[in-house]
């Protein structure tokens, strides 16, 4: 079959399909991370995205049972250099080609890969359309719906990622490798706004009983678990659009610790009183360099974002930035000691990428031993 990716400003890509027959719309972004692309097929955060990968050979290693971070595949569209059709690795269980079929997303190899993300790089990221089939539609019409699509800004994607109903996270339960390190657990609530796994196990493996809650939980609600502490997740889209949770978190600041990660971040920031704006093209990758401000440390980091916290909105919240984003002087990490809060706009449970900053879980759970006092 064949398969197109077609662009608001006029640009149509023709490559063929190796995914499922359909037609999709979203927003064309780029990744630069060389694995994990069965983690970022199921990030929650790529909802409502059709994703390029850059490395150009993806899905060598098969995809398996155990390397997600949702329930399902939550990009909108997938383009590839080259799909691996064949792959090697003793997890494997298929490929790529048929996870795209069984989750009914469209993919597309065969294109220029390289020219597509030069092209969102200069021009920004684009509302886009992305289709396969037997018969070729005409191009000018996937630009005209391409064009048409309602886009990112202002929309809210959380309700559509979240849960339904609240649930604890026991992954881990039964086995031996379960809070190993810690005698006692701390009580964590974790705002679903598209969260990941990866996190979820991470909190567990530090000793946190996990209750995962919809975005649109209210205040009484989650302070009714009886929480140590309180994690805002990752998560898709505007956060400006997200008002029911910037005003839920509003009432939550100074009862409880809380720590956010990406859209949580976003949220966060939002609550306390400053802004939040689009990037050209976003941060996606499992190389970002980061400079934690009071250590002076950078930490190579994991990142999936289009929206980004205004730094210079940050002096009337009182808060302090505590990490910069070094390929564009970016705001990625703000904090304010005095209501026990702090919050990232990487991912420091990497998956995929690196573990630098694995160490604010031990901050977070830190801060929720000191409240106990």
């Known amino acids: 079959m064949k398969g197109y990716i077609a662009l608001e400003d006029g640009s149509v890509f023709e490559g063929e399909s190796f995914g499922a027959p359909g037609e999709s719309s979203g927003e064309a972004v780029f990744n630069t991370s060389m694995t994990g692309y069965q983690e970022v097929l199921t990030d929650p955060s790529y909802a409502s995205q059709i994703v390029t ?5 993806i899905g060598n290693y098969g995809v398996n049972g155990t390397d997600i971070e949702s329930s399902r595949v939550q990009v909108s569209g997938f383009v590839v250099k080259e799909a691996c059709p064949y792959p090697s690795n003793f997890t494997s269980k298929k490929t790529i080609g048929d996870y795209l079929i069984e989750n009914k997303i469209v993919g597309v190899q ?16 684009m509302k886009a359309v992305i289709w396969a089939g037997e018969k070729a539609p005409g191009t000018s019409d996937l630009v005209d719906k391409a064009r048409a699509w309602r886009g990112l800004v202002g929309v809210d994607l959380v309700k559509n990622v979240t849960c339904k109903k609240a649930y604890e996270w026991n992954q881990a339960k039964g086995k031996k490798e379960s809070n190993k390190r810690y005698n006692n657990y701390n009580n964590v609530v974790a705002f679903d706004y598209g969260i990941k796994y990866n ?55 100074g009862k409880k610790p809380i720590f956010g990660i990406c859209l949580g971040h976003q949220l966060l920031a939002c609550a306390l009183g400053g802004t939040t704006y689009k990037l050209k093209f976003g941060h996606r990758g499992a190389n970002h360099p980061v400079r934690n401000e009071k250590t002076k440390i950078i930490e190579i980091t994991s990142q999936n974002h289009g929206f980004c916290v205004d730094s210079g ?35 420091p449970e990497a998956s995929p990428g690196p573990h630098d900053s694995g160490y604010l879980f031990e901050q977070f759970v830190a801060m929720m031993e000191n409240g106990k006092g």
């Open 313 to 347: 909105s940050l002096k009337k919240t009182g808060a302090q930035m505590t990490h910069l984003n070094l390929n564009d002087n970016t705001c990625e990490g703000l904090e304010d000691r005095e209501k026990k809060l702090f919050c990232v706009q990487y991912h």
């Open 199 to 253: 996190i979820l196990r991470i909190l567990e493996t530090f000793g946190c009983k996990v209750m995962v809650v919809p975005a649109d939980t209210n205040a009484e609600t989650v302070l009714a678990y009886k929480p140590d502490g309180i994690f805002l997740s990752n998560g898709p889209g505007d956060p400006a659009a997200v008002t029911y949770a910037i005003e839920t978190i509003k009432k939550l600041i």
């Open 110 to 125: 065969g294109i220029d890969t390289r020219a597509l993300t030069r092209k969102i790089r200069v021009k920004g990221a």
């Open 53 to 57: 990968m850059t490395y150009p050979l």
